[in-house]
């Protein structure tokens, strides 16, 4: 069974351009979640979408970051424009229980 | 305000030793806690977890405790291996629909053989 799976691996973008990162969730998981680290720090939670549904988007730093999972398979993250403290590594899970929640690698984004 | 935090930003030990991490929360909402490893250039890959309800669980050589009267949670690895060598991620999990974790800031654990 094919993980979750993400997709660039790395990103390197000069401020102000746009940035969309792809996420291909386990077949059959309702829940996918977006997070970020920044700098080794923790990773963050930034929103939740339970099929094609935003079930939580607490997380979203700003307006310039938009969510999409159109039919409920796979999900994009738009960043528009990109600053330079959106720097970081966005990883993407799935889950079927909300509980154990399976990443993908994660995209390394580099805005310069 | 940081719910989930994980002080030591590093552990070293010996092949074979034990190896504990430890994690301290302030969200008394939690209802699980999980333990995720992650290698360079890998996301996180579950480990282990525990209900709120629990407060002790074991699977192989890893064993996790809570405290809740302290809000500690610990992670312990026995025998340590150097495959075992990762970054450390304890992560609380809201009670509720959203199912989202809270995660610490990570502890690199290094097993020297």
């Known amino acids: 069974e094919a993980g979750v799976t993400q997709f660039p691996s790395h990103s390197v973008i000069e401020k102000g351009q746009t940035v969309t990162l792809r996420c291909d969730p386990i077949s059959g998981h309702d829940n996918l979640y977006w997070y970020r680290r920044v700098m080794g720090k923790e990773i963050k939670f930034l929103l939740h979408f339970v099929k094609e549904s935003k079930q939580d988007e607490s997380g979203m730093p700003n307006n310039r970051f938009l969510a999409e999972r159109t039919g409920g398979t796979y999900s994009t993250l738009k960043v528009q424009p990109a600053e330079l403290e959106d720097s970081g590594v966005y990883f993407c899970a799935s889950s079927q229980d909300r509980v154990q929640a399976f990443f993908g690698q994660g995209t390394r984004l580099t805005v310069v | 305000d940081q719910q989930v935090k994980q002080n030591s930003p590093s552990l070293s030990v010996q092949e074979g030793r034990i190896s504990i991490l430890n994690c301290d929360y302030t969200?008394?909402?939690?209802?699980?806690f999980l333990w995720y490893k992650k290698y360079p250039a890998e996301g996180p890959t579950f480990l282990i977890s525990?209900?709120?309800?629990?407060d002790k669980n074991e699977d192989g050589r890893f064993t996790v405790f809570l405290n809740k009267s302290a809000k500690h949670l610990s992670l312990h690895i026995v025998p340590s291996q150097p495959g075992d060598s990762a970054v450390y991620f304890c992560?609380?999990?809201?009670?509720?629909?959203?199912?989202?974790?809270?995660f610490g800031q990570g502890t690199t654990l290094q097993v020297k053989p």
């Open positions: 969200n008394s909402m939690f209802d699980y």
């Open positions: 525990i209900s709120s309800i629990k």
């Open positions: 992560a609380g999990h809201g009670s509720g629909n959203t199912g989202k974790l809270i």
